[in-house]
C-alpha cells in the first residue's frame, strides 16, 4: 500500500479525440475573423467534456471543425490537427468523413427545427442515417429508429416515429436530435447547447436522459453552452473560451472551487444564488456582472483579449499575451495574474 488514491475510471479511459492548437478563421471583406485561434484540449471515453463561455467566443466553431462542418468559404481551418483515435480528420477525404459524420461522431445542433428535414417523418430521418452507417435493411432500419425513439423516452415510439418535426413539441424534437445522434452508437457526442430554448423541466429530463444513454453506450460527450449551472451538474472537465482562444481548463470540482481566471471567476459571479437571495433584504439580490463587450474579432487587443474588462489588467496584460500554464496539477490558465486569482483577489470591472 503506497497510500496513493486509485485512478477514477475516467482517468484511466483511452483518449478517444485529440484537438491540437486548432485554428478557424474566416476570410471576410472586411478582415480575418479568428473564430478559433489555437485551441488544445482531449476527450476521453465516458468523460463529458464542458466548453463554456459567452456568445460569440468559438464554441460552436471549433465544434464544426470536428467533423468539418465549417462552410467554405468563408470560413477555413488553416492550422492543427483533430486526432480522432490517433488518426487526423483534417488529412481525411470528404468520402472518409461522411463515413465519420453521425457514426463515430454525431453531433446535437442546437435548434432542431433547423436540422431536422421538414418533408420526412422523424423515423424515417433516424431509419436514414442506420441503414446509411449500418448497412441494415429497410426494415430492420425502420425498428431500430422506434427503438431509439423508445430510448429516449419518447411516448408512443410507433406512432411518432410517423410524426413531422412541426408536429412535435420542443422538447420532443430534441429527442429526435438525440435519439438519431445516438442511433449508431457513436463513441464521440457534440451536444451544442442541448437545452436552449427548453424550459427548466425538459432541460432536466434532456440532461438525464443524455447522462443515461453515457451510462450506456460508454459515449464521450463535449456539452457546449453558457449555462455554467449545466456545466456544474453534468461535467468532468471545463474548457473556458474566450474571443477564440482558451483562456482556463480544469476538472469541473476545482473550477468551481477555485478559478484561476478573471473571465471564468466573472461567470461564476454572475450565476443567481438561492442562498445569497434568502439572505438579501432587498426585494431582489443583485447578480455581477463582467462591464464591457466581447472584443470584435476583426481586431483583438494586443495583449490578453481580457484585459479591457478585467480589474486586474496591467500595461503588461495589454501588451502581452499570456500563455496557457499548468497553475495546478491538471488546471491550466492564461492569465498573468493566476496566483492572484487563485489567492482569492478580488476580480471587479475595469
Known sequence: MNGTAPESPIESAQTVLQIEDLQTHFFTPVGVVRAVDGVSYALKSGETLGVVGESGCGKSVSALSILRLVANPPGRIVGGAIRFEGRNLLEFSEPEMERIRGNDISMIFQEPMTSLNPLYTCGKQIAEAVALHQGLSKRDSWDRAVEMLRSVSIPEPERRAHAYPHQLSGGMR????????????????????????????????????????????????????HDMGVVAENADRVVVMYAGRKVEEANAAELFDNPGHPYTKGLLGSIPHLDTAARTDTKRAKLNEIKGMVPS??????????????????????????????????????CWHADRVLGGVAVGAA
Open 174 to 225: 430534441q429527442r429526435v436530435m438525440i435519439a438519431m445522434a445516438l442511433s449508431c452508437n457513436p463513441k464521440v457526442l457534440i451536444a451544442d447547447e442541448p437545452t436552449t430554448a427548453l424550459d427548466v423541466t425538459i432541460q432536466a429530463q434532456i440532461l438525464d436522459l443524455m447522462r443515461a444513454l453515457q451510462d450506456k453506450y460508454g459515449t464521450a460527450i463535449i456539452l457546449i453552452t
Open 297 to 334: 474579432l476583426f481586431n483583438l487587443p494586443q495583449g490578453c483579449s481580457f484585459a479591457p474588462r478585467c480589474g486586474l489588467a496591467s500595461d503588461h496584460c495589454r501588451n502581452h499575451k499570456p500563455p496557457l500554464e499548468e497553475q495546478r496539477p491538471g488546471h491550466w490558465i492564461a
